[in-house]
């Protein structure tokens, strides 16, 4: 049996944005509204891979680096609430070109190698709060914070010892002169 493991390209957040995130969302969501995503992961999925076999992992890592593409910005200034799957997010009113290109293109890249791909529209957000099934009162945006995304990485999903936990693998830059927002 080949192993496997639970992989996704994601945006990693600046160590000072996931900090002010979390002072933020603290004020903002009462105990009872959800379960806080821990700091060190909150980032800005690309492309959920699922279980991927170490043959697959190379194929994919090998298109990361073929990938050419320049830096953007954008900024984290929207919150919403998808009751279904209990998630409370941030995310952006206005995704920027680049982001949903970076997107498009490791999602297409991930159908190719045989990666199921949701065919629901990408939404772009940072999992705030998980298992908020119940209404929650949201604030009217949030404080835009700003984020040059000069690159992206490939995670491993992990569960030990009750916790979900990502662990960075690799990153790839984005190289050239930035997109405005
Ligand atoms: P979420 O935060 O909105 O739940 C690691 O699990 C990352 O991959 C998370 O950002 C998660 O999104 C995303 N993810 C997990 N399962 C997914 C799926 N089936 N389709 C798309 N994204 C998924």
């Not at 192993?3 to 160590?15: E, G, K, M, Q, V």
């Not at 004020?27 to 992961?41: D, H, I, K, L, M």
């Not at 980032?43 to 073929?66: C, P």
């Not at 990408?122 to 099934?133: D, E, G, I, K, N």
């Amino acid at each position: 049996m080949t192993s496997t493991r639970r992989l996704f390209f994601a945006i990693a957040l600046p160590d000072s944005v996931r900090q002010a995130i979390i002072g933020w969302r603290a004020g903002q969501f009462p105990y009872e509204a959800g379960r806080p995503v821990a700091a060190a992961n909150l980032h800005i999925t690309l492309a959920f891979l699922g279980e991927v076999s170490a043959n697959k992992e190379q194929a994919l890592r090998a298109a990361a680096m073929r990938l050419q593409q320049k830096p953007f910005t954008l900024a984290l200034d929207d919150c919403g609430h998808w009751p279904g799957s209990g998630v409370v997010w941030l995310g952006m009113k206005r995704a920027p070109r680049g982001l949903l290109q970076l997107a498009q293109r490791l999602r297409a890249q991930a159908a190719r190698n045989g990666c199921y791909q949701s065919p629901l529209p990408f939404h772009p957000h940072v999992t705030l709060l998980r298992q908020a099934r119940q209404a929650v009162a949201l604030p009217p945006g949030a404080p835009g914070w700003e984020i040059t995304v000069d690159g992206f990485s490939l995670y491993a999903s992990l569960f030990d010892n009750g916790r979900t936990r990502y662990m960075l693998l690799d990153s790839w830059p984005l190289a050239g002169r930035r997109d405005s927002v």
